[in-house]
């Protein structure tokens, strides 16, 4: 009998195993979906006047992520202001990102990517006010030791930032009227935090007066304060004199003819 059941159960064995050589063809497992790369992220993204999205190569760890940005509606009563809700994205986890700002201002479509630190790691800045000469940017400079982007609050009080690698400076200028005159600012790195280290601001002694002189003045970074270190009245006529000074002062390395 035990000889009987041991056949009937190798019997079986052989049949299961040549349907499976030569009966129908077990179906093939589906390979996992592949993740979308950054740039295929990219292009699903909405831009236009009221949205924006843009790639950021960090060059460390992180690689490359995706930042979008939109033109939210303030709720009532200020409906028709907007305030910019700026999301960054790693393409790997797209399920939340990995860090969120609101900010003042509605030009979340006008960004630029720079190295506004000069640490070789990219940064990017979104506009959020523009006058008739004036822009204002936020920034977010990129931390790679948290793998993070990190505000950088006075960037965004630097009209028309134009940066200058060679001296790591970064300067501003905000024109007040078709004079030429208004306020030239020199900004630097100064352990880790980004400060002022010049203001220069020309203006008319008194605009009511059309002969009015205009006044030259000069504050430098001294002991932590801005401190006047220049002033001097130029005459209206000939104006080519305190553009001249002004230039002069606008190379943070001149500190006056007699220092």
């Known amino acids: 009998m035990r000889i ?15 349907q499976e050589a030569g ?17 295929e992220l990219l292009e699903e993204q909405p831009i236009d006047d009221t949205h924006n999205a843009f790639l950021v190569d960090t060059g460390g760890r992180m690689g490359t992520l995706l930042v979008t940005a939109e033109a939210v509606p303030y709720e009532e009563p200020l409906e028709l202001a907007t305030y910019q809700h700026v999301a960054v994205w790693d393409p790997a986890h797209m399920d939340q990102p990995l860090q969120s700002v609101d900010w003042e201002g509605g030009f979340p479509n006008e960004h630029q990517i720079l190295d506004v630190n000069f640490d070789g790691y990219p940064d990017f800045t979104i506009l959020f006010a523009r006058g008739i000469q004036a822009e204002l940017y936020h920034c977010m400079r990129w931390d790679e030791e948290q793998g993070l982007f990190v505000e950088e609050p006075e960037y965004a009080a630097i009209s028309s930032p134009v940066l200058d690698p ?14 030429g005159d208004g306020v030239s600012t020199i900004h630097r790195w100064v352990d880790g935090e980004l400060v002022c280290v010049r203001r220069i601001e ?17 504050r430098d970074r001294i002991n932590d304060e801005l401190t006047e270190v ?8 000939p104006e080519e004199e305190y553009f001249e000074a002004r230039m002069k002062w606008e ?4 500190h006056g003819e007699t220092r």
């Open 4 to 18: 009987k059941l041991l056949l009937l159960v190798l019997s079986a064995l052989l049949l299961a195993g040549c």
């Open 23 to 39: 009966g129908e063809a077990s179906s093939p497992v589906e390979p996992p979906p592949q993740p979308k790369t950054a740039q």
């Open 166 to 179: 060679e001296t790591r400076s970064i300067f501003g200028w905000n024109r007040a009227s078709g004079a």
């Open 202 to 218: 020309l203006f008319a002694k008194d605009y009511s007066d059309y002969d009015s002189p205009f006044v030259l003045t000069v």
């Open 230 to 237: 220049f002033r001097e009245e130029y005459p209206l006529d």
């Open 251 to 254: 190379d943070i390395n001149y």
